[in-house]
């Protein structure tokens, strides 16, 4: 029987036995009991990470970009409103799209807690960009102008877009053949749970790759002292990203094992070859889209070779990730294993009460006292 | 504790990481985070078994291993090269 969505269902239920996606929609949100407590953990570990884009000094890099050379500045620029584009995708999308189908109160608040964060990402790009150009709406007016960027934004909000689109009718007409505005449409529960394995998937792809190439590209400047307050904010962004991208990778895993919900494994199966597809043609994309970064000469340390190298490298990476077979044979190894270090966690800030050390958790103190503790008061 | 590789074997000193000692001995071993969350690092075990101090929140198979947070229970057996195998 299918379930209606609703803010709060009345129907008194397990949540412990509901699957991550497509049962009852969630009433209580408790979180004494889990069914996967991964993502809780996930939570705390996104809240311990909060940053805020004005705590980073972008100062530097205003006179940094103004020296660097035309073909650079058109780098830069570019790779700021390709990170702008995602960001605008992932700050809304997980919670239009999921929130609607999601089963379990962890699950729901992880959606959240991670679609948040995404919000300060995009604010982080607009400190970036009023920093450094006198016009910040050059910069994003080209978002939607710019055919090179165009392409891209179709292929990573399509899924999402289709999932919505299908599961209102789900929601509203439910399972069977309608008849809707003159024409025949017919909604099936295993078509849904495809259409949500696949933009489960290609958001996997977006925060696996898509972002991994921008990320190359602020790293790359900063790897020469340059536009360092920029990569000081893409650094925590990554931090953040990792996150997610572990966060999606726990939800394949979980559908492809079937044990939450074994119709999702058959979903898996069935989109098996089509995954591998998305792969391999976001990894081209990606390739072209640096030809396009580089189309007016190369920067230093980065250039479309190396790049396009990564890019296989990465993507093999993040199929194994979740359980696909590698496509790139060849890409054994890192082109530019000095991004690594930008990535280490540890390595972001230094003051604990800052943003850097995860274990820093307000409120995380030792509230058991022993009576040797006392040993040395005297009244 | 000694770890065993896909072309050599070494011995992990008391005070690092797996992932430190398979830097140190020339292993081609992927890294982002080092702190257990990201899952880049993961490898294959295929003998033995380890332990997390803190249960690292990356997902991994059954048969892999985080190198960044694990400690080795006993000597083990991990399928990675050395970079100059590559």
Redesign the interface.
């Known amino acids: 029987m299918k379930m209606k969505y609703s803010t709060f269902s009345q129907t008194d239920n397990n949540q412990m036995r509901e699957p991550m996606f497509l049962g009852q929609p969630v009433n209580v949100a408790r979180y004494d009991q889990q069914k996967y407590p991964i993502f809780e953990k996930l939570i705390e570990k996104q809240l311990s990470f909060f940053w805020r884009p004005e705590e980073v000094d972008v100062s530097q890099d205003r006179i940094d970009f103004r020296n660097l050379p035309d073909h650079e500045k058109h780098i830069f620029l570019s790779n700021l409103k390709y990170q702008t584009l995602l960001d605008s995708i992932q700050g809304r999308s997980p919670n239009v799209a999921f929130l609607p189908l999601v089963s379990i109160p962890e699950l729901e608040t992880w959606i959240e807690t991670w679609s948040f964060s995404e919000t300060i990402h995009s604010r982080s790009y607009t400190h970036i960009i009023r920093n450094i150009v006198n016009d910040p709406a050059v910069v994003f007016d080209d978002i939607v102008r710019n055919r090179h960027i165009i392409e891209r934004a179709g292929d990573i909000s399509n899924y999402y877009d289709e999932l919505i689109q299908y599961g209102n009718l789900y929601n509203q007409f439910g399972e069977g053949t309608h008849q809707l505005g003159g024409r025949s449409v017919t909604i099936e529960r295993f078509e849904l749970k495809k259409k949500l394995y696949m933009c489960m998937m290609s958001v996997n792809v977006l925060e696996a790759i898509r972002f991994y190439v921008s990320f190359a590209c602020s790293f790359a400047f900063a790897e020469r002292r340059l536009m360092e307050g920029n990569a000081k904010i893409i650094r925590l962004i990554a931090r953040d990203e990792a996150l997610h991208l572990t966060g999606t990778q726990h939800i394949l895993n979980i559908m492809q094992e079937g044990v939450d919900d074994p119709e999702m494994a058959e979903v898996a199966q069935a989109c098996h070859e089509q995954c591998i597809e998305l792969f391999r043609h976001a990894a081209e994309q990606e390739k072209q889209w640096a030809e396009y970064l580089f189309k007016d000469g190369s920067m230093i340390g980065l250039n479309y070779s190396i790049l396009s190298q990564y890019v296989e490298y990465i993507t093999n990476l993040r199929m194994n990730a979740v359980g696909l077979e590698p496509i790139f044979p060849k890409s054994t190894q890192n082109p530019i294993p000095w991004i690594n270090a930008w990535l280490v966690s540890d390595n972001v800030q230094v003051a604990p009460q800052e943003v850097e050390v995860s274990s820093y958790l307000v409120g995380q103190i030792d509230s058991e006292v022993s009576v040797e503790d006392l040993g040395e008061f005297e009244l | 504790m000694q770890v065993f590789t896909r072309d050599t074997f070494f011995e992990l000193e008391e005070d690092e990481s797996l992932l430190e000692g398979l830097e140190r001995t020339g292993h081609?071993v992927?890294?982002?985070?080092?702190?257990g969350?990201?899952?880049?690092c993961?490898v294959k075990l295929k003998v033995g078994s380890v332990v997390y101090p803190k249960p690292p929140?990356?997902?991994l198979?059954r048969d892999e291993i985080l190198p960044c947070c694990c400690r080795p229970a006993e000597p083990i057996v991990i399928n990675v090269p050395l970079k100059s195998k590559?």
Do not use: V
């Open positions: 081609h992927e890294y982002q985070c080092r702190s969350y990201c899952g880049a993961r929140l990356a997902f198979k590559l």
